[in-house]
């Protein structure tokens, strides 16, 4: 009796508080509008420049929630389910199931089970308010009570078909499902409005126990369905159930679970950070998927030659708006698929050598029309002889600049480089945007040849800044970047930058290495250059009209060398195949020639090369190349180098310890000076030039060769290469370091 009179009393003050605070609640709680404006998926979504959706990424971790659903769009079956199985008076009572809450404080007197109390109204005032969620444990009387009134609220500001729509939306199922859109992808493979009666059911039996064993849901389930009266889906439900929590409970990663195409996730990636997040690229839907269908075939023809991945950007020529973003080919071919190959540090190989040979026209050091040695070469460095090979293993003799790019010959490459200088060439390259991780001196020689790692989207880049006249800009790749205007950096010659562009178009100048008919001929003009990394491991095609730049990579993300795979037979079909896809029924013209720069009808001697007509910067144009003995590097210490640390060895005596300085391209007259102190007695000898080149002035003295054996000692040391003159033509700094004579140890006197 005493218990009775206890829940009455407890019922009547639960009553009588939700009479009195209902009023102050209605000021509190939110507009439906607010609630669906605040609910944030896990999922982000990017879009392309013109609104299509291109990818959807999940961001939140925590949970799984998908897309708001509209109430129509929920099956009915569910909808029925729900306020049959969890509030059958809904549409009837204004928040509070006076008669269920009756009901169940007369089971719980008697501990007879009953349907619960909780309404679905305020059940949404739990999903709502942080406060009245429940936790780990059971609400507490004053949670109740505010729960109660809160409902109350809702029902006066709400209609029915939003509460049911918000409930619907916001309750947690199972795991980290939340919400029905989420728990229909993830555990039937549909949309809501898909759900039978028996998927329905598994639905609301999840919603009262969502961690229950697959026999419990099960069991539930089939209860919900009797009540409905069609048992007979019973039949067969307790597999279905047992499969629909198994992925539940272990797929966190949906690529069906939404409607979209999955076209970017590598730029989703990189752009998508905030649940809900919607996104605007730069990129083109139609674009992407073309570039992505053109990798996809051409890895599938390649699969025998052990190549799995690749990689694809199209870059806006004067915005710098990223048009297309493939970071893979997203093909089972693939091993490593979420590995992106447009910004993955890869080996240049032959693709920087037009921004070395750019830069020594810009100097003046050569022209286009320059005659350069193809022959075998051997440079000293710090670790050694660098003994450059090119590609076939052959060597072709004097040939032009022109010929030499055009036809990716590295021997030329790396002497050009030696004129150059590696920190030099260095310092262009990272004005170039290519963030190199190590100096120039750290590369040595072999920048010319492409030793550097790079990414895909900075080397694209950088052709860019050739097909704009030299001037660089970052990259974008948010639409709404594009409302700020484009700020250039000059970061090359814009002269030079032509005179590169148009050899990199010049069928002919090619020919030596790949024929006239390749996949670098398009229909418009384009300047293209291929590259391939050392054992096969990298293969680029990276190339430009005067509207996009377009840069494909394939290899392997593991670092496995490709079988017999050249930058022509690789990556340059893709990169054709999107090329005349851009200018499909749009003809691009070559740039018009810049006014600095001369055309000069030109004709070698001997017939080294055809007579042709060549572009050359102010002061530099030449009628007839003669071939000369001249100097073609530019005079520079080559032992010791830059940077380099010699150790004395204390087991010798000192006096027997010698430094060899030496030099390359030493003009007649030569002389070091060691820390601001001329070495009187420095050895000079004439000897062969060790390269050819036919200069602008050809009456230019004998390379000589300086050397002189120095007796070293412990400290800092700068030291430097003058001319007759006295102006310095080089200098690099080194340290010694080491103890002096080991003391011979005394004999004892006996």
């Known amino acids: 009796m005493f218990a009775r009179c206890r829940t009455v009393k407890a ?87 006076w008669s269920a809450v009756a009901a169940s404080a ?12 909780s309404t679905i109204t305020m059940q949404l005032a739990g999903l709502i308010d942080a406060d009245l969620r429940r936790k780990s444990s059971a609400r507490s009387v004053t949670q109740k009570i505010s729960q109660a009134f809160v409902a109350q609220a809702l029902e ?74 069609v048992p007979e889906q019973c039949n067969g439900l307790d597999g279905a159930t047992e499969l629909a929590l198994a992925l539940a409970n272990t797929r966190r990663d949906l690529p069906g679970a939404s409607d979209a195409p999955q076209l970017a996730p590598h730029l989703a990636r990189k752009l998508l950070t905030q649940p809900g997040q919607q996104l605007r690229s730069t990129l083109d839907a139609s674009l992407q998927r073309f570039a992505s269908q053109a990798l996809r075939r051409q890895l599938a023809g390649l699969v025998e030659r052990n190549i799995e991945d690749g990689a694809v950007i199209v870059i806006d020529n004067a915005s710098g708006e990223v048009l297309a973003w493939v970071g893979s080919s997203g093909s089972a071919l693939s091993a490593a698929a979420n590995v992106d190959g447009v910004v993955s540090q890869r080996q240049a190989g032959s693709t920087l050598k037009p921004f070395l040979y750019e830069l020594a ?36 003799g004097l040939v032009s600049l022109r010929t030499a790019l055009g036809s990716s010959l590295n021997i030329p490459a790396v002497r050009t480089l030696v004129t150059v200088t590696p920190e030099r060439f260095f310092q262009r390259l990272q004005a170039l945007g290519f963030n190199l991780r190590e100096s120039g001196d750290y590369y040595g020689y072999s920048l010319a040849l492409g030793s550097a790692d790079v990414t895909l989207a900075n080397l694209a880049n950088a052709y860019r800044a050739l097909a704009n006249q030299g001037r660089y800009s970052p990259l974008r790749t948010r639409l709404n970047e594009g409302k700020a205007p484009v700020r250039f950096a000059q970061a090359m010659d814009p002269d030079a930058s032509f005179i590169i562009g148009d050899i990199l178009s010049d069928r002919s100048a090619r020919a030596r290495t790949f024929g ?88 070698y001697e001997g017939d080294v090369e055809a007579a042709r007509t060549e572009y050359f910067l102010p002061g530099t144009a030449q009628s007839d190349i003669r071939i000369a003995r001249a100097r073609e590097i530019r005079p520079a210490i080559t032992y010791p180098t830059t940077g380099m ?80 003159s006295g102006e310095e033509l080089d200098s690099i700094r080194f340290e010694v370091r080491g103890a002096v004579e080991r003391p011979q140890e005394k004999v004892k006197k006996k």
């Open 11 to 97: 019922l009547r003050t639960l009553m009588l508080a939700t009479a009195l605070l209902a009023p102050l609640a209605a000021h509190a709680v939110p507009s439906f509008a607010d609630v669906k404006r605040d609910f944030l998926p896990s999922e982000a979504s990017l879009y392309d420049r013109h609104g299509e959706l291109l990818q959807q990424q999940r961001v939140n971790m925590e949970e799984r929630k998908l897309a708001w659903v509209g109430l129509e769009d929920v099956s009915p079956a569910l909808r029925n389910a729900l306020v049959a199985s969890e509030d059958r008076r809904f549409y009837q009572h204004s928040g509070i199931d």
């Open 516 to 603: 006239l008919e390749n996949a670098l001929s398009t229909r418009v003009w384009t300047a293209v250059k291929t590259g391939t990394s050392k054992d096969m491991r990298d293969n680029w095609c990276v190339g430009y009209s005067a509207r996009y730049t377009v840069g494909v990579w394939v290899g392997n993300a593991s670092g496995a060398p490709m079988w017999d795979v050249s930058g022509v037979t690789g990556a340059a079909p893709v990169w054709q195949e999107v090329m005349q896809y851009l200018h499909a029924g749009r003809p691009d013209a070559a740039p018009a020639k810049p006014a600095n720069v001369a055309a000069r009808a030109i004709r």
């Open 156 to 229: 006066r500001s709400w209609r029915k078909d939003q509460i049911l729509e918000a409930y619907l939306n916001m309750v947690a199922f199972r795991g980290e499902l939340v919400g029905v859109h989420a728990l229909s992808r993830v555990m039937f493979g549909k949309h809501p409005s898909g759900l039978n009666q028996s998927e329905a059911a598994i639905a609301v039996a999840l919603i009262r126990a969502p961690n229950a064993t697959p026999r419990r849901v099960f069991e539930r389930a089939c209860a919900i369905l009797k009540e409905e009266r």
């Open 361 to 396: 026209i810009e100097k003046k050091w050569m022209t286009a029309a320059s005659l350069l040695d193809d022959s075998p070469v051997n440079l000293a460095t710090s670790a050694g002889l660098y003994i450059p090979q090119n590609y076939d293993k052959q060597f072709k």
């Open 106 to 117: 007369w089971g719980n007197l008697w501990h007879t089970r009953t349907r619960g109390a």
């Open 645 to 724: 640390l010699a150790a004395l060895d204390p087991d010798i005596p000192p006096a027997r310890q010698r430094i060899r300085f030496r030099t390359q391209g030493a003009p007649a007259g030569s002389r070091w000076v060691l820390d601001g102190k001329v070495i009187p007695d420095a050895i000079m000898r004439a000897g062969r030039a060790h390269v050819r080149q036919v200069a602008v002035n050809t009456s230019v003295d004998m390379d000589q060769e300086l050397a002189y054996d120095w007796m070293p000692w412990p400290g800092k040391h700068v030291l430097a290469l003058q001319d007759k």
